[in-house]
């Protein structure tokens, strides 16, 4: 599905139904994942997982920007964070127990139970009616509109390079942890694992401040934050890349969320849905290459430019913020 028919189609149905539709889409696929005998069934059960998972991501994004305050955005994004600390231990009991498909198992029943709560707070949702600006016959922006928008290029950059660096850290810690710090592999996959729990506390702590100081100012103390956790762990010692990587989380947790909830503001609420899709993306572009072109250069070079790696995409997202801010106030 392409970005313009992605967006043409939540103008159509509303973030409400696309929301029911996707966690249905996502439980039913984890279901499938988890009776698959055979490689390609996973395959084709990713199809309807990644329809799921992309929309709901671009729709509910928009809809938190448009409806509510930073801070709610902050917490929305700090629950994802919950869901990457608890997995692996969902998958680690089902291991212990039985078998993995046994782990795609009770995710699915997680996202019922989720469809469910859904289900019985429908009437929730007409608290905030469409707006102008969602009404169902608007003009669909796609990618060229999005792109002749003033600052739109510069801010796709940027979050394509915030996601960069997160994807990496998150894959990468524990490598870099074990091949630099000699840790053991069960040492450095613990120690890596609280870039994930700095990530979730400073999101959580983010919503508590992020009104006071505003969208921009968090992106950019939030990025300050990140690249000290960065000179951190280029530090000889153990227990300073170790902090590193939990600084390093702190710093990445307002970036994500202030960017999405700041997109409505910067350029316009009627053309939120479709920049905030084309950021999704633009995120996954980032997440997805990045932490593989990465893995060829430990590989053929060094993990020890796994600093220098990180520090260039920081860089580059603040950068283009500064440029993004220039151009939608000018």
Not at 229 to 241: M, Q, R, T
Not at 268 to 297: K, W
Request: proline content about 3%; aromatic content about 12%.
């Amino acid at each position: 599905m392409s970005q313009k028919e992605a967006e043409r189609l939540t103008k159509k149905l509303g973030t409400r139904t696309i929301t029911l539709v996707s966690v249905a889409l996502t439980a039913v696929a984890l279901w499938g994942f988890s009776k698959s005998t055979e490689f390609y069934h996973m395959c084709l059960w990713g199809i309807p997982y990644g329809l799921g998972a992309g929309s709901i991501d671009a729709a509910l994004n928009n809809y938190v920007a448009l409806h509510y305050k930073s801070k709610h955005m902050s917490w929305l994004h700090c629950f994802w964070g919950v869901g990457t600390i608890i997995s692996p231990y969902i998958m680690s009991y089902a291991l212990m127990h039985n078998s993995w498909t046994d782990g795609y198992r009770m995710v699915s029943c997680l996202q019922f139970v989720i469809l469910a709560v859904l289900l019985a707070t429908i009437p929730l949702w007409k608290i905030n009616k469409f707006t102008i600006f969602e009404k169902r016959n608007s003009a669909v922006l796609g990618i060229r509109g999005a792109l002749k928008i003033k600052g739109v290029p510069y801010l796709l950059i940027g979050f394509f390079a915030y996601c960069a660096a997160e994807a990496t850290t998150m894959l990468w810690a524990s490598s870099y942890l074990e091949s630099t710090r000699g840790l053991t592999k069960e040492a450095a996959a613990g120690f890596g694992a609280l870039f994930f729990i700095g990530l979730t506390a400073g999101r959580f702590i983010s919503g508590f401040i992020t009104d006071k100081l505003g969208d921009n100012k968090m992106i950019y103390l939030g990025t300050s934050v990140a690249l000290i956790g960065v000179l951190c762990i280029i530090l000889p010692l153990k227990i300073a890349s170790v902090i590193g990587f939990v600084i390093i989380g702190l710093g990445c947790a307002p970036i994500y969320p202030c960017i999405i909830h700041s997109t409505p503001y910067n350029f316009g609420a009627e053309n939120s849905q479709g920049i905030i899709g084309i950021q999704m993306a633009s995120a996954y572009v980032g997440s997805t290459f990045m932490p593989p072109i990465f893995g060829l250069i430990a590989n053929n070079i060094s993990i020890r430019f796994m600093p220098l790696h990180l520090a260039l995409f920081f860089v580059l997202l603040l950068f283009m913020i500064l440029k993004t801010e220039k151009k939608c106030k000018a």
